[in-house]
């Protein structure tokens, strides 16, 4: 039924802001200007490339729809630690501006937004395209707003506890087989036991991890699933987000450094090779330990980040066309290529739990791994 109702989007007409926009301001000038003006922004009426970027990023409020040219959003809660120290507001205050044009005054400071970073205000006027980033700190207050992608990540949490929850009480009342929701989760509980954990930790030490391995298999499969529904208050690319595929390898990264024992530092440091192998071998097995990690990284950022914008290219060939009639094959390949976003959902959760197991134990085993 998803993936029926997605191939279907296409085939609805959407407003569009900028058209409107284009007629109010056109409408009290020289007719001749006019429309040479409307004529010369015909091709700025849908840009594919800032869909993409839209969909893909992380934002202060959470787009829901356009209607009659005005965007309808739920504003996000705003949590700045400014100069003068915390600042808690509503992303409503910016109406929409994400072009550092609109300011926002509160408790006597002034703040603007651009592309999704928020400056303060008289430093932003002075900073050149350059300057314009997320790292320069000097411009901007520290943010710890609750966004699209943190909103999204703690509706995956509330969807794990409760999934989780609703299991162990099923336990509790029925010693039989189990059924309903647990029926679904217990085998996919044991296949990440016996298929991930225990292969490849081992059966004296996987138990340890267990924990872990399903808490980053469910928490990644569900927020690629969330990521696919195209609609409030799902669709946002947590899981495409670079920011938190490093947080995930760095906790990985983490616990296999935490849990290693001396077999694999021996390993690191006492390579077998000749001894005046070692000043070549160093670097390269200390710049190893740091490689896994950054691999597991980019592979789950790459793989969810190209599957969303592949699909919402296909979507975009219709605005692109300016026709209907490309509807049916923009439709059938979208409905395709949803089937298969769905497998790589399940296959990148499942890949990145394999790898984290296989990191951790490689750290925890007793014997040498050469």
Known sequence: MLVTFVACIPLVNFANPTADSLQN???????????QEADSSKEKEFNATDLIN??????????????NGHAVSMPLPIILWTNNG??????????????GTHEVEVNGQKFVKHNE??????????????????????????????????????????????????LARSYKKNEMAPKGMAGFLEPLVIFVRDDIAIPNIGEKKYAKFMPYLLTVFFFVWINNLIGLVPFFPFSANLTGNIYFTFVLALITFIITILNANK??????????????LYPIMWPVEIIGMFTKPFALMIRLFANITAGHI??????????????????????????FMSFLEMLVAALQAYVFTLLSALFIGQAVEEHDHH
């Open 25 to 35: 301001q056109t409408e009290n000038v020289n007719p001749d200007v006019a429309h």
């Open 54 to 67: 839209s969909h893909i990023g992380d934002s202060h409020d959470f787009h829901i729809a356009d209607w």
């Open 86 to 99: 915390l600042e808690v507001f509503s992303s409503s205050l910016f109406h929409h501006d994400n072009t």
């Open 117 to 166: 970073i928020i400056y303060y205000a008289d430093k932003f006027k002075n900073l050149s395209q350059d300057d314009k980033s997320a790292f320069n700190f000097e411009a901007r207050p520290l943010n710890f707003s609750i966004t699209k992608l943190v909103f999204s990540m703690f509706l995956s949490v509330i969807v794990l506890f409760l999934l989780f929850t609703s």
């Open 263 to 276: 077999n694999y530092w021996s390993h690191i440091f006492s390579p077998p090779v000749p001894k005046a």
């Open 310 to 335: 592949i699909i919402l290219s296909l979507f975009s060939l219709i605005y692109i066309f300016e026709t209907a009639w490309i509807s049916p094959v923009s439709g059938a390949f979208v409905l």
